[in-house]
């Protein structure tokens, strides 16, 4: 199917994260993650890859952002390796750490490629992260401060900026579940870590601000929530789950208040005064989206599971498998119409305090190596979808896919690829895609449209103009 023309100036940009590409763990100063720790553990990365490695980019930026200029992207989403600038996570600042950085911003800008940081991307500096990580609140004022740090160095050519991407997968997946890093199962005595993430954001929306830097934005994972059955457990079932993976994070940051007065009690701290921190303004905000989640009651007879993740039976809800559609290597269902009504969900929910959207992460896991039409199917059908959803009244200025290059995919390891350039986790080399050579092609078009859009204008114009004295 055609993609529809997209605004003039809308942004076209490709994803990725510290932990997932750069590999270089321990090169030029920088300290262990959380997640080195979590993924050095026997049985953790399912498929045994080697995440020291990542996909070499520490090493191979500039072949990946000369990838990036021959998309013709406009923007790049990368994430800083917070232990990689301060690999205490506090205290001694890692001067080689920042310099790698500054020479990629420098390398994208020569490229003429929007830089557009995340700070956070669930890298914790392993010290931190054993003195309680995100249940700890000084956690929060050592990521503020980092925040500083790296804008001080950055920001005059760093034009976008993200302070903390998916806190909910980070509670639920690391916290609560124990799935992901750093392995807690802490069930609903999470909550505290979803708290202090925001702490951290706000804190950080002000330091960035103090250090010079704006057009900040946070990047949120956000679906719809199907509910599963008409019984009154299946409705409350599916109410707290969107709650909690849509709300929890959402409503702080857009309105300065917890949607359920019962959580908000469970938080730590001078709530009501975070809060005033948590909602300062932004200048945008990012939707991460895959897919939506069917939910009703429990059912302890079933396996439940979170992003594939296997669920404990003692808690209020269970999720149910969505049938009748495509399926992801993920086992993810591909439901486009999904998208347009989550983003048309957040416009009627937040309406003005909603700032203009960028979408910040969407796209599939396939196993497909290079002929990948279906990673090209699922790009077009929900880049349709976004153009129904901005024709309703939703207002999004830019597209980030879901990832420049096929990455470490946290505990699937190499097991899942989401990228458009193939990587051989072998060599390190970099293949690019049908889906490359077909979002290349995209982005061409979409400002050649625009173009000729602007010169019939300028002609229609001309010819309606007053003639000249």
Known sequence: MPVPQFPPGFLWGASASAF?????????GKGPSGWDAFAARPGRIKDGTDTTRGTGFHARYREDVALLSGLGADAFRFSISWPRVVPG???????????????????????????????????????????GGWLDRDTAYRFAEYAGIVAERLADRVPMWITINEPAEVTMLGYALGEHAPGRTLLFDALPAAHHQLLAHGLAVRALRAAGADNIGVALSHAPVWTAGDSDEDRAGAELYDTLTNWLFA???????????????????????????????????????????????????????????????????????????????????????????????????????????????????????????????????????????????????GYFTWSLTDNVEWTEGAS??????????????????????????????????????????????????????
């Not at 119409?337 to 309406?351: A, M, Q």
């Open 20 to 28: 997932q590409t750069e590999g270089a763990v321990d090169a030029d």
């Open 89 to 131: 996570g506090s205290g001694a600042v890692n001067a080689d750490g920042l310099d790698f950085y500054d020479r990629l911003v420098d390398e994208l800008c020569a490229h003429g490629i929007t830089p557009a940081p995340t700070l956070y991307h669930w890298d914790t500096p392993l010290p931190l992260e054993e003195a």
């Open 251 to 397: 409503d702080p940051v857009l309105t300065g208040r917890y949607p359920d007065e019962a959580i908000a009690a469970l938080m730590p701290g001078p709530v009501a005064d975070d809060l005033k921190v948590i909602s300062t303004p932004l200048d945008w905000y990012g939707v991460n989206y895959y897919n939506p989640t069917l939910v009703g009651a429990p059912r302890p007879e079933a396996l439940e599971t979170f992003s594939g993740f296997a669920m404990p039976a003692e808690l209020p809800f269970g999720i149910r498998e969505i049938e009748g559609y495509e399926k992801t290597g993920f086992g993810w269902p591909v439901v486009p119409e999904g998208f347009t009504e989550i983003l048309t969900l957040l416009h009627r929910r937040y309406g003005d305090r909603l700032p203009p959207l960028h979408i910040t992460e969407n796209g599939c896991a396939l196993a497909e190596p290079l002929a990948d039409d279906r990673r090209i199917a699922y790009l077009e059908s929900h880049l349709t979808a976004l153009r129904a959803a901005m024709d309703a009244g939703v207002d999004v200025r």
């Open 416 to 469: 899942q690829r989401f990228g458009l350039v193939h990587i051989d986790y072998e060599t390190l080399t970099r293949t690019p895609k049908a889906s490359y050579a077909w979002y290349r092609e995209l982005i061409r078009a979409q400002k050649q449209g625009q173009i000729r859009k602007e010169a019939v204008k300028e002609v229609v114009e001309g010819a309606f103009a007053a003639p000249s004295e």
